[in-house]
């Protein structure tokens, strides 16, 4: 069988994109205090992941056919039939798009950034009540990413498909009826673009002094440093505010 094109240009990016935003938030979250500079980065970085997220949902409604939230394999038969056949090693059939572990998987994940996003902004505004919303959150997601990347080494020794190559290339093994018959490259730009203008919006907006974004489109103010009660950013009495 021949390699065909299934993953356009915009879900491409998307996926290193959150990779790429994903791994250093959570690695900061775990090495650093969440009083401490570089605190400030991991929620940036996790803004950015719940933006791109919000993307890939409405490229999930107007993308190509693959990428289409519809195209998802979330019958729970499907997902049944499909977890005995890698735990047994029996008959499976082959998906050109996401199999149903990966439909559920990327689910997971988006609901996971999303989940983290909304749980961390009422953080920085002084709920502390939903701390351990935030971390399960964060232990799921890892969690899913965990058993994503082991499906990946699963399917690449037995299906003898370098299947990693297909979020770079696009391309992976399937009939050439399943292909899609462009990349979407300006979609990519536009993709591109918009996770730009959103990233350069956060940074440029950073007050160091206290320690605050102004979050574009919406224009509030959030708290990237410690959350106090009020929340709003004008509540800590130990940084000077005279500027
Ligand atoms: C070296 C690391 C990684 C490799 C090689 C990789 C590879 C892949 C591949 C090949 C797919 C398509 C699976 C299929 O054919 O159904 C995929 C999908 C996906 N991966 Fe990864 N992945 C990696 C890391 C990650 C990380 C760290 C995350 C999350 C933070 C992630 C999130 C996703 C999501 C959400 C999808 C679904 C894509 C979509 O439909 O938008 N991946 N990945
Ligand atoms: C990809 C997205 C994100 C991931 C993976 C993530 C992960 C984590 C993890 C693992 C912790 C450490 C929990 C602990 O053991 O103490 C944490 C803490 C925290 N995160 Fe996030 N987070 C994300 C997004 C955000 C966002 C968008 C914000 C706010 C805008 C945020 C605000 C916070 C705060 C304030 C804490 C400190 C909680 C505390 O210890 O008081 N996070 N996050």
């Known amino acids: 069988m021949t390699r065909v094109l299934v993953w356009d240009v915009p879900t491409r990016l998307f996926h290193w994109l959150l990779a790429g935003a994903f791994l250093p938030a959570f690695v900061i979250a775990l090495t650093t205090d969440d009083d401490g500079r570089l605190f400030p980065v991991h929620m940036l970085l996790g803004l950015v992941a719940a933006f791109i997220v919000g993307?890939?949902?409405?490229?999930?409604?107007?993308?190509?056919?693959?990428?289409?939230?519809?195209?998802?394999?979330?019958?729970?038969?499907?997902?049944?039939?499909?977890?005995?056949?890698?735990?047994?090693?029996?008959?499976?059939?082959?998906?050109?798009?996401?199999?149903p572990g990966a439909s559920w998987a990327a689910l997971v994940m988006f609901a996971c950034v999303v989940g983290l996003a909304a749980s961390g902004i009422l953080m920085s505004r002084g709920v502390e009540a939903v701390e351990e919303v935030h971390e399960v959150l964060a232990w799921t997601l890892m969690g899913t990413v965990g058993v994503h990347l082991a499906g990946i080494v699963l399917h690449t020794l037995r299906e003898r498909e370098v299947i990693a190559l297909s979020m770079l290339d696009g391309r992976r093994v399937g009939a050439p009826g399943d292909a899609i018959a462009s990349p979407r490259p300006i979609a990519g730009?536009?993709?591109?673009?918009?996770?730009?203008?959103?990233?350069?919006?956060?940074?440029?907006?950073?007050?160091?002094?206290?320690?605050?974004?102004?979050?574009?489109?919406?224009?509030?103010?959030?708290?990237?440093?410690?959350?106090?009660?009020?929340?709003?950013?004008?509540?800590?009495?130990?940084?000077d505010e005279d500027d």
């Open 55 to 99: 993307l890939r949902l409405l490229w999930g409604v107007v993308g190509s056919r693959p990428s289409r939230l519809s195209s998802f394999a979330l019958r729970p038969s499907d997902l049944w039939a499909y977890a005995r056949g890698a735990i047994t090693g029996g008959a499976r059939r082959l998906w050109t798009g996401h199999n």
């Open 189 to 239: 730009l536009a993709f591109l673009a918009l996770t730009g203008a959103w990233t350069g919006g956060l940074v440029q907006s950073y007050d160091p002094a206290t320690s605050s974004v102004v979050v574009p489109v919406i224009g509030a103010q959030l708290l990237l440093g410690e959350g106090g009660e009020g929340g709003e950013g004008d509540d800590h009495e130990d940084e």
